[in-house]
């Protein structure tokens, strides 16, 4: 079983930047997507940054430009460098990861605020 946490998550003001952390403990064989997603209050879970099959990367239209996914095998650890923030970003961030098989595991989320 996997386990991932996250971890960065903050308070800031427009324009600022955030570092989040997501890392993977346990069996992380047979992974073959992994990044983030974030929810809005009152919205959908939405994609925002993930690696897919490899080094393959998919960022959200919303955040191409500003934000930038990364990652350590060794640590077995995903980063999401989120630049030139805006308040449309305050969301609950998750990190997800998904096996070639079809299995799906969620973190608990970080919590990223955005004042105007």
């Known amino acids: 079983q996997v386990q991932l946490v996250e971890s960065g998550g903050g308070l800031v003001q427009a324009g600022g930047s955030l570092r989040l952390s997501c890392a993977a403990s346990g069996s992380t064989s047979g992974i073959n997507l992994i990044g983030w997603y974030r929810q809005a209050p009152g919205k959908q879970r939405e994609l925002v940054a993930v690696?897919?099959?490899?080094?393959?990367?998919n960022y959200a239209g919303s955040v191409k430009g500003r934000f930038t996914i990364s990652r350590d095998n060794v640590k077995n650890t995903v980063f999401l460098q989120m630049n030139s923030l805006k308040p449309e970003d305050t969301a609950v961030y998750y990190c997800?990861?998904?096996?070639?098989?079809?299995?799906?595991?969620w973190g608990k989320g970080t919590l990223v605020t955005v004042s105007s």
């Open positions: 690696f897919n099959s490899g080094d393959d990367t």
């Open positions: 997800k990861a998904q096996r070639f098989i079809g299995t799906i595991i």
